[in-house]
């Protein structure tokens, strides 16, 4: 199973800040990783996937970069609607799907 | 629009089984899998398993491979989780989610359905 790993925990931004989301797995997952936002009582949102395609929808405030075991998510100008948290889940080598822990970003 | 809409939440006693359903509109139901995820209160999203609804195919998360089923009804666009032999560490919100088999992502999440397991 490839675990995913997600740091920090918690980003503390202020609105208009630019933040930096960082997800590891365990072993080269290629580009076969998403990202997904998660607001209270929601049910996740696909962000990104292969690594840095924005999902139909998405701002562009948003990217994603990374191949292998290190991925970044990118929010280049936080809005107040993007406090939530966040999560990294690869698919390249499943079963199973592997979700990282998530970084909740809050405000500053 | 692509739509995944879940049964409303249950209140279950140790040992019982539950059962929701995800109903599935606005594409062809048969192209795409279904992953169901859970997430207990205050934690991260823990996968449990996918189902292809064209031929029933399915895969588990080894941990509750023997307490889970997974099902649908391709003639009402639904699919269904049973888990069986609750414990209280399975009360969590349960989603179902489209996940296509060759790529792995979930693209449409349902609502969510809370399942809460106590005496």
């Known amino acids: 199973e490839i675990v995913m790993t997600q740091s920090p925990a918690t980003l503390s931004v202020s609105p208009g800040e630019r933040a930096t989301l960082s997800c590891r797995a365990s072993q080269s997952v290629s580009s076969s990783l998403a990202w997904y936002q998660q607001k209270p009582g929601q049910a996740p949102r696909l962000l990104i996937y292969?690594?840095?395609t924005r999902a139909t929808g998405i701002p562009a405030r948003f990217s994603g970069s990374g191949s292998g075991t290190e991925f970044t998510l990118t929010i280049s100008s936080l809005q107040s609607e993007d406090f939530a948290v966040y999560y990294c889940q690869q698919y390249n080598n499943w079963p199973p799907l592997t979700f990282g822990g998530g970084t909740k970003v809050e405000i500053k | 629009q692509v739509q995944l809409v879940q049964s409303g939440a249950e209140v279950k006693k140790p040992g019982a089984s539950v059962k929701v359903s995800c109903k599935a509109s606005g594409y062809t139901f048969t192209n795409y899998g279904i992953s169901w995820v859970r997430q207990a209160p205050g934690q991260g999203l823990e996968w449990m398993g996918w189902?292809?609804?064209?031929?029933?195919?399915?895969n588990y998360a080894p941990n509750l491979q023997d307490r889970v089923t997974m099902t649908t009804d391709t003639s009402t666009s639904t699919a269904y989780m049973e888990l069986r032999s609750l414990r209280s560490g399975d009360t969590a919100v349960y989603y179902c989610?489209?996940?296509?088999?060759?790529?792995?992502?979930?693209?449409?999440w349902g609502q969510g359905t809370l399942v809460t397991v106590s005496s």
């Open positions: 989610a489209r996940t296509a088999a060759a790529r792995g992502r979930c693209d449409y």
């Open positions: 189902i292809s609804p064209y031929n029933g195919n399915t």
């Open positions: 292969g690594a840095s």
